[in-house]
């Protein structure tokens, strides 16, 4: 078996290899253990935790979808660095729930061979300025690393600090230097970022299904179930069944290589964490509200539902923003709808709250449906826009 550690690069039409969905069940990993941070926790610091968590861990996950992008994992020499790299995430995520105690030596560590692995294969890109621009980048990755080593130093009572100050660092980092030097083939960055929010979806399936076992026979258990894969399905749709993946993707393939690449950073690597984000938030309450869909949540796990659902919308209607490839009006005001619905789950039971949200979200899916007959499934502009 030999290595060769020449430049590389990903062909302009290679699909995404199955490395890359290998790679991908540790997400699938990731996204349980935040929903557990969030199920577990007393009070509003597991979420807090959930949300660090989150933002640092999806910050160089989305990077290895950029990786890929550019060095595809087809070699000897580009397969075990990211199985390496896929070692060190199942480690974090193992780690997760106690990354603020015990456990963030490892998850520091850990997180640091990530970032060396990264930096190291992206060096090897030879597809236009990517090699390049991934040292700009480098000093931020290593940044985040070191303050997680900070937080492990502080121990659990001040560690919060270094997690805090490494998503400031992010934040400010995407606010402040928006990145266009990187090169990027539009279907394969597309495909990937479909993906994560299928697997974000699986895990609101996940915590249905796991939260009804033994207890299917139930009537009022039973109708929980069947709303809760209502709900699921209709968030798929809103993001899947208008059309608006194929335009995005027809819009990236238009753009100029320079405007490409920052709108995959807004549109994708953005947004898209604001749809895991919501999806993670609603399976923890799913978790909730099937296990006894009579029972009041409480305002927590009441607002949290709604949250979930609104937060996904907004993500959604930012990426529709962002390309221009459709109204956002339904999904804001769907949004804030489904807020207005959250203390349902508190005043009078979690399987009210289910059913106001579930026909929420089909009444909007209803909605874009409306909007794209109405524009007969647009074709992209001459410039690949279409008209808000």
Not at 40 to 62: D, F, K, P, Q
Not at 297 to 307: D, K, Q, R
């Amino acid at each position: 078996m030999r290595l060769r550690m020449g430049k590389v690069q990903a062909p302009g039409d290679a699909p995404v290899t199955m490395l890359e969905l290998f790679f991908d069940l540790v997400f699938v990993f990731v996204i349980t253990q935040i929903t557990t941070l969030i199920t577990g926790s007393e009070g509003w610091i597991g979420y807090g935790r959930a949300a660090l968590v989150l933002v640092v861990t999806y910050w160089m996950y989305n990077g290895f979808a950029w990786l890929a992008n550019n060095v595809a994992p087809t070699t000897t020499a580009t397969r075990l660095p990211m199985l390496l790299a896929m070692t060190c995430f199942l480690a974090m995520a193992a780690t997760a729930p106690d990354a603020f105690g015990a456990g963030a030596w490892i998850f520091a560590g850990a997180y640091l061979v990530v970032v060396t692995v990264h930096a190291v294969q992206f060096s090897r890109s030879s597809v236009g300025g990517s090699a390049r621009a991934i040292r700009r980048v480098l000093p931020i990755n290593y940044g985040v690393g070191l303050m997680l080593v900070l937080a492990a130093l502080l121990g659990p009572d001040l560690g919060w600090i270094g997690w805090l100050v490494a998503v400031l660092l992010l934040t400010s980092t995407l606010i402040t230097q928006p990145e266009s030097s990187f090169a990027l083939r539009s279907e394969h960055f597309v495909e990937r970022h479909r993906l994560l929010v299928i697997i974000a979806l699986g895990e609101t399936i996940i915590a249905t299904g796991v939260s009804v076992q033994g207890s299917l026979t139930r009537p009022v258990v039973l109708a929980a179930f069947v709303l809760s894969m209502v709900l699921i399905s209709a968030l798929w749709w809103v993001y899947y069944g208008v059309g608006d993946d194929e335009r995005g993707l027809a819009l990236l393939e238009s753009a100029p290589p320079e405007q490409r690449t920052r709108l995959c950073m807004r549109a994708y690597s953005l947004t898209h964490l604001l749809h895991i984000a919501g999806l993670v938030l609603l399976a923890a309450a799913l978790h909730q509200i099937v296990r006894d869909p009579l029972h009041h949540l409480g305002w927590a796990m009441a607002v949290t539902g709604s949250v979930g659902v609104a937060t996904f919308l907004v993500g959604q209607a930012s990426f529709r923003s962002v390309l221009e490839v459709g109204p956002v009006t339904a999904l804001l005001g769907a949004a804030a709808l489904a807020l207005v619905v959250g203390p349902l789950g508190d005043l009078v039971g979690g399987l009210v709250q289910l059913l106001a949200l579930a026909v929420l979200v089909c009444g909007t899916v209803a909605a874009l449906q409306r909007g794209a007959r109405a524009t007969a499934g647009p074709e992209p502009a001459h410039d690949g826009r279409t008209p808000n």
